[in-house]
C-alpha cells in the first residue's frame, strides 16, 4: 500500500487516472517517476510513524512520579501567602495615606497664599502711589513756567495781569 493508497480516497485515485491519461507523454513520464519514489517515501513515512509510537508508549510505560504535598509546606505557603498579602495591603494603605498627606499639604499652601495676596496687594499699591507722590514732587521742582533769564520778565507781566 503506498502513500496515495493510504491518504487518498477511490475518487481521488479515479480522478489522478483519468487526469493522466488526459495529460500528454511528459506529464506520464513524470507520474512514472513519482510512481518509482513513492515506495521509498512510504517506508521513511512508516519508519516515522513506527518510532513516534515506540517513543510515545516508552515515555507512557515508565513510571511516574507522584508528588504529595506535606501539610508543613502547605501551612508555610499558606503563611507566606498571608504575609505577602498583608505586606501589599499595608503598602497600599501607606501610600493613600501619603497621597492625602501631601494633598491636604498643597491646600493649606494655596490657602495661605490666598490670605497673603490682598496685604501684598496693598503694599503694591501703596509702594505706587508713594513712587507716583514722589515723581509729582520731582516733577514740580524740576519744571518751571518760563526760563530763569526772563524771570523778571515774567514777574512784571504776572503783577500788571493786562501787559
Known sequence: MNFKDKFAGESGEKAERDELQALGADEVLNAELNAELEPALDE?????????????????SRPQKVLVASPHKRLARLAVGWALGGVLVASGVSAGVWQHHRQEMKIAAMRAAERERPVAQQQKQQARVEDEDLLANVDSDVSREVPAAME???QLTAEDGTK
Open 44 to 60: 521513511a513515512l512508516r519508519n516515522f510513524r513506527l518510532s513516534v509510537h515506540a517513543w510515545s508508549e516508552a515515555v507512557l
Open 152 to 154: 523778571p520778565l515774567a
